[in-house]
């Protein structure tokens, strides 16, 4: 079955960078593309960024865009998420999810379990 | 950027209510608009995509309408595992942004 397992939870001090894995399984890698979604406390989704996962290929958000860097290993078929100048608005739990494509659109049909990430001095 | 808004933010219903939640666009998404659930400590779960279409393994309570900039998700009998927190998306354009949430709780 088709499964998106991510990393665990992370503390981080202001100014400094995470990186969140996303391990996918169960379907061919590069058939899917990967977005990033982060949901801070009380609040809806907010989209990151997306990859497509054989290319290497990314899109970002304008609100992200010089602090985040999504890159994909395709021996593992893992994603990865790195968000740099950490600030305390940016605790939240983050998420990987597959893109599934109909008629040039799409929705994510399977995501990982949301990885918290705190930041605090 | 294309906002979503829904409403109401909250609703509080019965088992065996029909509820309708409403996500409208600032501006037209044709029926580039999905639904999904969100229960608390999970990910969001899909139940409509291409603003009717039910996902596989949706209860067929759940259905979706609209077009253009206005949208309804509806169930037509509420079951106790669906009080939880629904959010739309548009996927016309980026970034496809999500509604603030509508939460769903028990009268």
């Known amino acids: 079955q088709v499964q998106l397992v991510q990393s665990g939870a992370e503390v981080k001090r202001p100014g400094a960078s995470v990186k969140i894995s996303c391990q996918s399984s169960?379907?061919?890698?590069?058939?899917?593309?990967v977005h990033w979604v982060r949901q801070a406390p009380g609040q809806g989704p907010q989209w990151m960024g997306l990859i497509i996962p054989d290319e290497g290929r990314t899109t970002y958000a304008e609100d992200f865009r010089g602090r985040v860097t999504v890159t994909s290993d395709t021996s593992t078929s893992t994603t990865f998420m790195e968000l740099s100048s950490l600030r305390s608005e940016d605790t939240a739990v983050y998420y990987c999810a597959r893109e599934r494509a109909y008629g040039g659109r799409y929705f994510y049909d399977h995501w990982g379990q949301g990885t918290l990430v705190t930041v605090s001095s | 950027d294309i906002q979503m808004t829904q409403s109401p933010a909250s609703l509080s219903a019965s088992v065996g209510d029909r509820v309708t939640i409403t996500c409208r666009a600032s501006q037209t998404i044709s029926s580039y608009l999905n639904w999904y659930q969100q229960k608390p400590g999970k990910a969001p779960k899909i139940l409509i995509y291409?603003?009717?279409s039910l996902q596989i393994g949706v209860p067929s309570r759940f259905s979706g309408s609209g077009f253009g900039t206005e949208f309804t998700l509806t169930i037509s009998s509420l079951q106790p595992e669906d009080f939880a927190t629904y959010y739309c998306q548009q996927t016309n354009s980026n970034p496809p942004h999500f509604g603030q949430g509508t939460r769903l709780e028990i009268k």
């Open positions: 169960g379907y061919t890698f590069g058939y899917h593309y």
């Open positions: 291409a603003a009717s």
